[in-house]
């Protein structure tokens, strides 16, 4: 449980926008994955994929690290976003390209 727990830490602490995901962004396996996929991409943001499905212990363990009960999660340096519905409500309103203008995070697309 802690290694996997010490895992999750890196990844959101070395990765400026982190996404723990059924599937991979090239093969998202859930809507709800691939939605903030196509969110990602039409924003235009760098980021990392993590399949959960490879791996029951982090299917569990990222729910138990975020106290959150889904996936998918989303991360911006190191911080907890939500999933798909804070996720597609941020990028509606404009907020999630303003948050990741703030951090410092370049995006690259018309959104
Ligand atoms: N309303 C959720 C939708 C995500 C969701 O309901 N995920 C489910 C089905 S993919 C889930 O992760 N269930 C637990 C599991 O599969 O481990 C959101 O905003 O992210
Ligand atoms: S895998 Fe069935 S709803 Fe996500």
């Not at 994929?49 to 996936?71: E, F, H, M």
């Not at 597609?88 to 390209?97: A, T, V």
Request: proline content about 4%; aromatic content about 10%.
């Amino acid at each position: 449980m802690s290694g996997i727990h010490d895992f999750i830490d890196n990844e959101v602490k070395n990765n400026d926008v982190v996404l723990f995901m059924k599937g991979t962004p090239q093969f998202p396996q859930c809507g709800f994955s691939g939605q903030v996929v196509q969110i990602l991409d039409y924003v235009g943001v760098d980021y990392k994929g993590i399949n959960v499905l490879a791996d029951a212990d982090l299917r569990q363990g990222i729910k138990d690290y975020s106290n959150w009960p889904t996936i998918p999660q989303l991360y911006v340096k190191g911080e907890f976003i939500g999933g798909c519905d804070i996720v597609r409500e941020m990028f509606q309103s404009g907020e999630l390209k303003s948050h990741l203008e703030g951090q410092g995070i370049a995006v690259k697309g018309a959104a």
